[in-house]
């Protein structure tokens, strides 16, 4: 089965736009499946990085006083 790759938009009117040099061009039927382009995070912080940024923020005793303090809160 011969397959075709390529990007294109939806047009307002909802038609998409082949391309001219496609082999798929004249043929009797096709399938079509389309899927939304997935937006990518650009440059991504790394886990050493975000360490690094964030070390030191929350001492970890007041966290654990916070949680303790939050259950007994909670379950009243």
């Given at each position: 089965?011969?397959?075709?790759?390529?990007?294109?938009?939806?047009?307002?009117?909802?038609?998409?736009?082949?391309?001219?040099?496609?082999v798929?061009?004249?043929?009797?039927?096709v399938d079509?499946?389309?899927?939304?382009?997935?937006?990518?995070?650009?440059?991504?912080?790394?886990?050493?990085?975000f360490?690094?940024k964030w070390?030191?923020?929350?001492?970890s005793?007041?966290?654990?006083?916070a949680?303790f303090?939050y259950?007994m809160e909670?379950?009243?």
């Open positions: 089965m011969k397959t075709l790759h390529f990007r294109t938009k939806i047009s307002k009117r909802g038609t998409i736009q082949i391309p001219e040099n496609s798929l061009k004249n043929a009797e039927e079509v499946i389309i899927m939304a382009e997935e937006k990518q995070v650009k440059n991504p912080m790394k886990g050493e990085a360490v690094k070390a030191g923020i929350l001492k005793e007041d966290v654990k006083d949680k303090d259950l909670k379950h009243k």
